[in-house]
């Protein structure tokens, strides 16, 4: 009988067995490792785009935030500015508005009647003066009711004074503006 010893065909392929298996699992584990490494690069990447993002909006706050600085200034200035104009509207109003009554009442003075004195409180103005006749008076007072300028016209006094031997009649008119701007 002849005897065949399978012995070494066994170990051999056991040793292929192993080797295969070792190859399939360094193949396995260089796989991992490169895909491993590709997440890991591709993360990098990603981190790194989003750090420059971050770099260039901090960039660009800082610009708006001067320009805000800017804006905030220029309002700053644009309310002086305005707050001068204002004032300077109202120095103008000034100006003119007395000037103006006061030419109106020289207008509407009649001959033989004299204003001795004229003061403005506000909207509130009073008139002191000395005239020959209360009818004079009257029609003084008819033409400043008359007036777009005056309103509420009141005598408050009349009563006759000597002045340098003639007699006069003494008065004290009080009256309103018809219409005054409101003061700011």
Same mark, same amino acid.
């Given at each position: 009988?002849? #005897?065949? &010893?399978?012995?070494?065909?066994?170990?051999?392929? =056991?040793? /292929?067995?192993?080797?295969?298996?070792?190859?399939? *699992?360094?193949?396995?584990? +260089?796989?991992? *490792?490169?895909?491993?490494?590709?997440?890991?690069? +591709?993360?990098?990447?990603?981190?790194?785009?989003?750090?420059?993002?971050?770099? *260039?909006?901090?960039?660009?706050? #800082?610009? @708006?935030?001067?320009?805000?600085? !800017?804006? /905030?200034?220029? !309002?700053? @200035?644009?309310?002086?500015? =305005? =707050?001068?104009?204002?004032?300077?509207?109202?120095?103008?109003? &000034?100006?003119?508005?007395?000037?103006?009554?006061?030419?109106?009442?020289?207008?509407?003075?009649? #001959?033989?009647?004299?204003?001795?004195?004229?003061s403005e409180a506000g909207e509130n103005?009073?008139?002191?003066?000395?005239?020959?006749? /209360?009818?004079?008076?009257?029609?003084?007072?008819?033409?400043?009711?008359?007036?777009?300028?005056?309103a509420g016209v009141e005598l408050l006094?009349?009563?006759?004074?000597? +002045?340098?031997?003639? #007699? @006069? !009649?003494?008065?004290?008119?009080?009256? !309103?503006?018809e219409s005054t701007a409101p003061q700011?």
């Amino acid at each position: 009988m002849i #005897k065949i &010893n399978l012995l070494p065909v066994r170990v051999s392929k =056991k040793k /292929e067995t192993a080797i295969q298996q070792i190859i399939i *699992a360094a193949v396995v584990v +260089v796989l991992i *490792a490169g895909i491993i490494t590709s997440l890991y690069v +591709v993360k990098r990447v990603q981190v790194a785009a989003a750090k420059d993002d971050i770099v *260039a909006a901090n960039n660009k706050v #800082k610009e @708006l935030k001067a320009k805000i600085g !800017k804006i /905030e200034e220029i !309002k700053t @200035l644009k309310e002086q500015v =305005k =707050k001068k104009l204002d004032v300077l509207n109202q120095l103008r109003k &000034n100006k003119t508005g007395p000037a103006q009554r006061l030419s109106t009442l020289s207008d509407m003075t009649p #001959k033989q009647l004299w204003l001795t004195n004229y003061s403005e409180a506000g909207e509130n103005i009073k008139i002191s003066g000395v005239a020959y006749t /209360e009818d004079l008076i009257a029609q003084f007072m008819r033409d400043l009711e008359a007036s777009s300028d005056f309103a509420g016209v009141e005598l408050l006094l009349s009563q006759q004074a000597d +002045v340098e031997g003639i #007699k @006069l !009649k003494k008065f004290d008119v009080t009256m !309103k503006l018809e219409s005054t701007a409101p003061q700011p």
